[in-house]
């Protein structure tokens, strides 16, 4: 009797999952693959590109920020943003990205070694070598609430036969993220460009604990960090609109000259 009951829960939700695959499928794009200099492996096929760099970029996340102490709170094993982002720039082949972060402790021990005279001959690490950031990049990520689950919209739709899909999709829990980059021009400190993105994915963790182990092997692959895939998706959606903007870039312009006053003048 027991087993009949977990073929029916199986059986249910492997049905669940397929009614629910366009919505997954439309909302999957995120960050993935590797770079080198140029070139790319298995990037995201969503993910806009560039023929030629439009100068070097330094990321810098702000972790004494609100925002950061709020996604900290909720998803401590994540870790920073700024990895993610990286890759995805090098990726896109927009921007040439330079170190500005932790490992600038490592870049300039080096060079305070080879002061020292305990390097070798010929290691060049003295002054000049080091390339400039053009541009920072700074992230930030606005959260909405949990929508729930998906039972009432799933019964609704199948009636007194959807009533078993309609529990199960109630424990469907769908995350959603919306994430900002900005672009800084580090000589101006002119604002280039802003952007939002937005995404969402299903978290399955919860119903699979309804069919024990073989039901919940045989959909792992959704349940692995589906709140870290929804945010790299929202911050790959940020990237691709900055990215689709800065095509038509026009630099702003003031009567008179920036920063030299401006057109709305004060009175006496």
Same mark, same amino acid.
């Given at each position: 009797?027991?087993?009949?009951?977990?073929?029916?829960?199986?059986?249910?939700?492997?049905?669940?999952?397929?009614?629910?695959?366009?919505?997954?499928?439309?909302?999957? %794009?995120?960050?993935?693959?590797?770079?080198?200099?140029?070139?790319?492996?298995?990037?995201?096929? #969503?993910?806009?590109?560039?023929?030629?760099?439009?100068?070097?970029?330094?990321?810098?996340?702000?972790?004494?920020?609100? /925002? /950061?102490?709020?996604?900290?709170?909720?998803?401590?094993?994540?870790?920073?943003?700024?990895?993610?982002?990286?890759?995805?720039?090098?990726?896109?082949?927009?921007?040439?990205?330079? %170190?500005?972060?932790?490992?600038?402790?490592?870049?300039?021990? %080096?060079?305070?070694?080879?002061?020292?005279? %305990?390097?070798?001959?010929?290691?060049?690490?003295?002054?000049? #070598?080091?390339?400039?950031?053009?541009?920072?990049?700074?992230?930030?990520? +606005?959260?909405?609430?949990?929508?729930?689950?998906?039972?009432?919209?799933?019964?609704?739709?199948?009636?007194?036969?959807?009533?078993?899909?309609?529990?199960?999709?109630?424990?469907?829990?769908?995350?959603?993220?919306?994430?900002?980059?900005?672009?800084?021009?580090?000589?101006?400190?002119? #604002?280039?460009?802003?952007?939002?993105?937005?995404?969402?994915?299903?978290?399955?963790?919860?119903?699979?604990?309804?069919?024990?182990?073989?039901?919940?092997?045989?959909?792992?692959?959704?349940?692995?960090?589906?709140?870290?895939?929804?945010?790299?998706?929202?911050?790959?959606?940020?990237?691709?609109?900055?990215?689709?903007?800065?095509?038509?870039?026009?630099? +702003?312009?003031?009567?008179?000259?920036?920063?030299?006053?401006?057109?709305?003048?004060?009175?006496?």
């Amino acid at each position: 009797m027991r087993q009949s009951i977990n073929t029916l829960y199986s059986t249910a939700y492997f049905i669940l999952l397929l009614l629910l695959l366009p919505a997954m499928s439309a909302h999957a %794009e995120g960050v993935s693959g590797s770079a080198a200099g140029g070139s790319t492996q298995g990037a995201d096929s #969503q993910l806009e590109s560039c023929p030629q760099p439009l100068g070097t970029l330094a990321v810098y996340e702000d972790q004494t920020e609100p /925002w /950061w102490h709020n996604y900290y709170r909720r998803y401590p094993t994540l870790g920073s943003t700024v990895p993610v982002l990286r890759l995805m720039i090098q990726q896109s082949n927009c921007f040439v990205v330079v %170190e500005r972060g932790k490992a600038m402790k490592n870049m300039m021990g %080096e060079r305070q070694l080879e002061a020292a005279g %305990e390097t070798r001959e010929g290691s060049n690490f003295g002054k000049g #070598q080091m390339v400039a950031a053009d541009y920072t990049m700074s992230p930030s990520i +606005q959260f909405s609430e949990n929508t729930g689950g998906l039972g009432g919209k799933v019964s609704g739709l199948l009636g007194n036969k959807g009533k078993l899909l309609g529990k199960l999709a109630g424990d469907l829990k769908k995350n959603e993220a919306s994430t900002t980059l900005l672009l800084i021009d580090n000589r101006s400190s002119v #604002q280039v460009s802003a952007a939002l993105g937005t995404a969402e994915n299903f978290d399955y963790a919860a119903a699979t604990g309804l069919f024990g182990t073989r039901a919940s092997g045989a959909a792992d692959g959704y349940t692995r960090t589906p709140e870290g895939k929804t945010i790299a998706a929202a911050f790959a959606d940020s990237y691709n609109n900055m990215v689709r903007a800065l095509r038509n870039y026009r630099a +702003q312009t003031v009567k008179g000259g920036l920063g030299k006053g401006g057109a709305l003048t004060i009175g006496e």
